[in-house]
């Protein structure tokens, strides 16, 4: 008994009754309209007062409405007011105004059948009260009782307990009504309000762009302040161990130490700007470092953490590196600073690192990368782009002796996936007694 009065008269009923009685609202103008109308066509008779002709404007009401609906602003209105009153679900119901044809045909019949049943809704709010107040005080008022109101069981001269069963009834039927008015329109909302096939896709896109630049500056924020902090670790053990034996070693690794964490700070600043506007190029922002400008100082300041580093840098047919596409140099920093991290964590001894550009040379479509388009003809002959290739390796340290991991390899993952934007790949792992990270950059790709 207590779930149907929650049913007919609970908080959810009660919303969306009002949302009938919102929709009621907004057919008067088009119910006024079409009365002129109406009016006109029946010789100018009051609509008013004739029930037919009443009935007349409400139908022709209804195109009008559906008419106006096409507007792309009236879903985002429509599923506000779905959201707040109906108690339908957000994700259920589609985000913007309606773009397509398809969409704007659903929004139309939404807006049609939400006015038109809301009318109903409305008018029987308006007159059904009343009339049960005057029956149900019909046995106890004597003035009402002087009047005849005819109609069978409607008469006066009925039972006194028939007129107040009625009111009653009356308001229970009101409340039925608008219940199950306000159900349907909750279940039809999602059918004819939700997204459609493009939406879902736009909704899609629109999530993975935003996924990819949240990967875009949680590989930024891992690479810069990653490689800073175990970088300014050892440069602070190194100092330590050597305060009373090299103070010249000592005032290097300290500037070593405070050149990196200005630098860090600067492209930390940079990251922050970009989760806080949104633009990657404020004219205040630190410059994105580059293999051509930033390489020397990266190992510079590794090699004052005591850490040995022979760099073999061949830019072969580009002549220097300046001339790389500002994209591939931008990641290839990354990567060698990745790679220089991971060495000083997890590596003892001396750090090979080889920085060189092939020069392009025959291939077959199977060789390559996933991203392009494959040849009609399987391993047909082609020709390769020139690639810039990373290798980097160095002793692995002994077991006790490795910092332990706690990043989970999102590192040489970001690294891996820097790569893969420029259809290039990374390896890393054990290479015969080495550890080793190898890494591929077509230079196909333009200056972005």
Known sequence: MRDALGGLLGARARLRWIHLILGGALLMPYFLLAQVGVGVAAGGANAFSSLPLALAAYAAALPLAAATAVFGLVRPLSVSAVRALCGVPGERLAEGPALSWAARGRTSAWWTLHLGVGALVSGMTLAVPPMAVVLIALPFVSGPRATELGLGWFSTKAEPYVAPALGIGLLAALALCAAGAGALLARTAPVLLGPTAADRLAAAEERAADLAVRNRLARELHDAVGHALSAVTLQAAAARRMVERDPDFVREALAAIEDTTRRTVGELDAVLGLLRDGDPARPDAAPAPTLAADLDGLLARTRAAGTTITAHQ???????????????????????????????????????????????????????????????????????????????????????????????????????????????????????????????????????
């Open 314 to 448: 061949e830019p072969g047919a580009v002549g220097d590196w300046a001339a790389l596409p500002a994209i591939v140099s931008r990641e290839a920093y990354r990567i060698v600073q990745e790679g220089l991290s991971n060495a000083l964590r997890h590596g003892a001894g001396p750090v090979d690192l080889r920085i060189r550009v092939r020069a392009g040379h025959a291939g077959t479509d199977r060789d390559r990368p996933r991203d392009r388009p494959r040849d009609r003809i399987r391993d047909r002959p082609c020709e390769r782009p020139r690639e810039l290739e990373i290798t980097m390796t160095n002793p692995p340290a002994a077991p006790e002796d490795r910092e332990p991991r706690t990043t989970g390899g999102r590192g040489l993952r970001g690294s891996a996936e820097r790569a893969a934007l420029l259809g290039g790949s990374v390896e890393a792992g054990p290479h015969e007694d080495r550890w080793r990270l190898r890494a591929v950059l077509p230079l196909a790709g333009g200056d972005r």
